[in-house]
């Protein structure tokens, strides 16, 4: 149980362009997710905090405008990267909590490289 | 600013010896304290987590220690075999289930 999908694993777009990644929750309802970002031998950083139904909570220095993520429902998250760069280029990660529950499944991972 | 401090950065490690990594935390606020393994290439994996309130876990070959005075926690990897060799990350969260992770532990086993 407690599996965690994305889509897609990897993405190439040219600069200027708009990418969307899809996050599910494969096997449990999930009122939180989180996405994050990771860059080479680097730790996972958190990028905002998304809840069905309401609007992201983004952190610090991370612009909601170029990031917009939306939960639609209580198994999937999206995080569309808009006027995409090269130095958005990285691995984006979704993780979501079952309801009420402290652990975090994460996703498999999206390789976004902007050309 | 890590909140959760994380070292060594890198260790080898001998087929069937013990790994050792450790994480130090300042918030006192923090009650949950998981374990995520990560392969190149591929999402983070929880492997195994504690509350404060436990001194010690252990999963099959994984044990978390626990010193919440210290305000310490380590992972002991027993009998480590070459498909252990993947980066570690300690986190730890409270009330809002936003995790704070290390900087990471690139762990090889050699066989």
């Known amino acids: 149980g407690a599996v965690v999908s994305q889509h897609p694993s990897w993405v190439i777009c040219k600069s200027g362009t708009s990418v969307k990644i899809e996050c599910r929750s494969l096997?449990?309802?999930?009122?939180?997710m989180f996405w994050y970002r990771q860059f080479p031998k680097q730790s996972l950083m958190l990028m905002a905090t998304s809840n069905e139904g309401s609007k992201a909570t983004y952190e610090q220095g991370v612009e909601k405008d170029k990031f917009l993520i939306n939960h639609a429902s209580l198994t999937l998250s999206t995080l569309t990267v808009t006027s995409a760069h090269p130095e958005d280029s990285s691995f984006y990660i979704c993780s979501a909590s079952p309801s009420g529950v402290y652990e975090q499944y994460f996703g498999p991972g999206t390789r976004l490289t902007v050309t | 600013q890590q909140q959760v401090k994380q070292s060594p950065q890198s260790l080898i490690v001998q087929k069937g010896g013990i790994s050792i990594i450790n994480c130090a935390y300042e918030n006192t606020a923090f009650d949950y304290f998981p374990w995520y393994q990560q392969f190149p290439g591929k999402g983070p994996a929880l492997l195994i987590a504690i509350r404060p309130d436990v001194s010690e876990k252990k999963e099959g070959r994984f044990t978390i220690s626990f010193n919440k005075s210290a305000k310490q926690f380590s992972l002991h990897i027993m009998d480590s075999q070459p498909g252990d060799s993947a980066t570690y990350f300690c986190?730890?969260?409270?009330?809002?289930?936003?995790?704070?992770f290390g900087a990471g532990t690139t762990v090889t086993v050699r066989a």
């Open positions: 986190a730890a969260t409270y009330n809002d289930y936003k995790l704070s």
């Open positions: 096997d449990f309802q999930a009122t939180t």
